[in-house]
């Protein structure tokens, strides 16, 4: 069929209609705002509907009235109860180690042939995101490229990034690969078109999967350049060390909040030891004697500038520290605590979190975005914890061994030890069930991921406690909002109005070239704001635009879903490139210089995958 050809741009719609332009123009505006929290955007963007539509009823040109409650149907909207489901189910492959086997052989892999063991990661990774959130695949990957780097000594910035962009384009091979998919298909379904099967567009995916996989192991690591990452040093930073008083030193007779201002600040005493096994409590006006012992934790730079202002001498135990009996860090081991969704550290500051009496580890530094956040205490303690972020701590072995294991946190090591239980295989059988029931047995993808979370209850593979740090207040918040915005454009016009200024704008393309186009257009807009909101809104509007050029609106909707699958240029485009970012020590540059020619290729493909796929002429 030939295009159609529309030469003057179409007339503007109306009040309504534009007002809900405006809005979704200003959401993609505070979408982009890092100062500006998504929640917050989120829920200013359904009030602002809500109380619009409110004040100013809608009656379209049927008679028929837009009610205002309407807008707040996306939190009961199935995809949206799939995607939280899924991603408490996801929680419970991490809790319990399902996926640590797996994890392993990969390790051990490394040592016969790391080039063929970096494709078989990459392979693993697209593999699993096909079927489950991607973000507990990298946590399993992270621990385990970060230990080979180590141990190996190459830079983990050549295999973190391409493991996730490897997880992201296995990610949008099925209808639950990610929470875009899930949300395209429901829109999809619910606008009257064939509710799209888990692996209806699975073979297209999967050979641009494949395309993109080779790219990501033989060029981007070439492309990368080899960052220093916060855990290349494995060396302890701070040192335990006793602060004699010594006799007719400033030190005696002064309360310690005296002592903490002659040192600038820079003293922080754990314990006060007096005598042979008297421990006298660091109150601010515990008076210092001849012979105390102030035991403290610090960098050897800040001991020695301690050790000078005080008129104290360093001791390590009963031996002084000097140039034959250095500070010793024996026994204490640096990691890496990684914030993610459903991290008990998420949204909380280090004071708020008692961390260090908590967890038995010093924070050295926070890192966010490819920078340390400063390194003076007071402001570490006060920094509220992003997804992210990289705590960079130190601490006993053996307490850093304890809290990996446990599963809680995130921690990156120079050990490939991963956390494992006795309920691994459960939740690694009800997460295969899940999949299994809506793919073969007819049932809603919602459905059988809430019959999946019971089980893994009822089983203790998860508890309500964990399930309840699994779900995303952001995620939950732009999900409604999108599909408010979805239904607001769809009932007043607005994405009629849209398909028609792009059909314009297009006039003489063929169907295949406006596929395409739509398609770069949901890439560029995903690496820029949520990708969540560019499906939603671009949903209606793809199948508007299918439906004035009488063509089938199946491909314009899978091109809508592949072009906000295409999160590689920015690092904040999806949050496990947030993930890599920070634990492979990359830069803004780093996504561009690898995600942009990534994003070429994809594009491409899928432009000449999907006409011969559905027949769309050129």
Not at 350 to 368: C, K, P, S
Not at 391 to 416: P, Y
Not at 438 to 467: E, K, Q
Request: aromatic share 6%; hydrophobic share 55%; proline share 5%.
């Amino acid at each position: 069929m030939t295009a159609i050809n529309i030469t003057t741009l179409p007339q503007l719609p109306d009040a309504h209609a534009l007002a809900v332009l405006l809005l979704v123009l200003l959401a993609l505006f505070l979408f982009t705002r890092e100062s500006i929290a998504i929640e917050t955007s989120s829920l200013f963007i359904l009030a602002m509907l809500s109380i619009g539509f409110t004040v100013f009823p809608y009656v379209n040109s049927q008679g028929q009235h837009l009610e205002a409650l309407q807008f707040f149907n996306g939190f009961g909207h199935e995809a949206l109860v799939a995607v939280c489901a899924l991603m408490i189910a996801g929680n419970g492959l991490v809790r319990t180690g399902a996926l640590v086997p797996l994890g392993r052989i990969l390790a051990r892999l490394w040592l016969v042939s790391p080039a063929l063991s970096m494709l078989l990661t990459l392979l693993v990774g697209a593999f699993l995101s096909a079927f489950v959130n991607n973000v507990p695949i990298v946590v399993l990957l992270l621990p385990i490229l970060i230990s080979v780097s180590l141990r190996t000594g190459e830079p983990a910035s050549g295999m973190l990034m391409p493991m996730g962009f490897a997880t992201l384009v296995g990610g949008m091979s099925t209808s639950i690969g990610t929470s875009t998919n899930l949300l395209v298909v429901s829109v999809a379904a619910d606008m009257g078109l064939r509710r799209l099967q888990m692996f209806d567009f699975f073979v297209p995916a999967a050979i641009v999967a494949a395309i993109a996989i080779v790219y990501l192991w033989l060029i981007a690591p070439r492309l990368l350049p080899a960052r220093k990452a916060i855990l290349s040093d494995t060396s302890p930073r701070i040192f335990t060390a006793q602060l004699v008083i010594l006799e007719d030193g400033f030190a005696v007779g002064k309360t310690l909040t005296e002592l903490i201002e002659k040192s600038s600040g820079l003293l922080e005493v754990s314990r006060i030891m007096r005598g042979t096994g008297t421990y006298v409590v660091p109150l601010p006006d515990a008076q210092i004697q001849a012979g105390d012992r102030l035991m403290v934790n610090d960098t050897p730079e800040n001991l020695k500038e301690l050790e000078s202002a005080l008129d104290a001498m360093l001791y390590v135990g009963d031996t002084p520290v000097d140039e034959e009996h250095p500070l010793s860090g024996e026994g204490q081991q640096i990691a890496e605590i990684v914030v993610m969704q459903g991290s008990p550290l998420l949204g909380m500051t280090l004071r708020q979190l008692n961390f260090y009496d908590r967890y038995q580890l010093m924070v050295l530094a926070i890192h966010r975005e490819g920078n340390s956040v400063e390194t003076l205490r007071e402001k570490i303690a006060q920094a509220r914890l992003h997804i992210g972020d990289v705590l960079l701590v130190q601490g006993d072995q053996d307490t850093i061994g304890e809290i990996k294991r446990a599963g809680e946190l995130l921690v990156l090591d120079a050990t490939a030890d991963l956390p494992y239980t006795d309920k691994a295989v459960t939740a690694l059988l009800i997460m295969a069930a899940i999949i299994l029931v809506s793919a073969f047995g007819d049932v809603p993808i919602a459905i059988s991921a809430v019959g999946g979370v019971l089980l893994m209850l009822v089983t203790r593979c998860l508890t309500w406690r964990h399930a309840s740090m699994a779900l995303s207040t952001q995620v939950i918040l732009i999900v409604a909002a999108s599909l408010a915005m979805g239904a607001a454009l769809l009932k007043t016009g607005g994405a009629e109005y849209l398909a028609q200024v792009f059909v314009a704008l297009t006039a003489g393309a063929s169907p295949a070239v406006i596929v395409s186009g739509l398609m770069l257009l949901m890439a560029i807009m995903t690496n820029i704001v949520s990708n969540n909101a560019a499906a939603v809104i671009g949903t209606p509007i793809a199948i508007s635009i299918a439906q004035q050029l009488q063509v089938n609106p199946e491909p314009f909707v899978i091109a809508v879903l592949f072009g906000a699958n295409m999160s590689y240029a920015t690092p904040m485009a999806y949050k496990t490139n947030l993930l890599v970012m920070h634990a492979g020590g990359y830069k803004f540059t780093d996504f561009v210089r690898v995600g942009v020619p990534l994003t070429i290729i994809v594009w491409l493909s899928l432009s000449l995958l999907l006409p011969v796929m559905y027949s769309l002429s050129w």
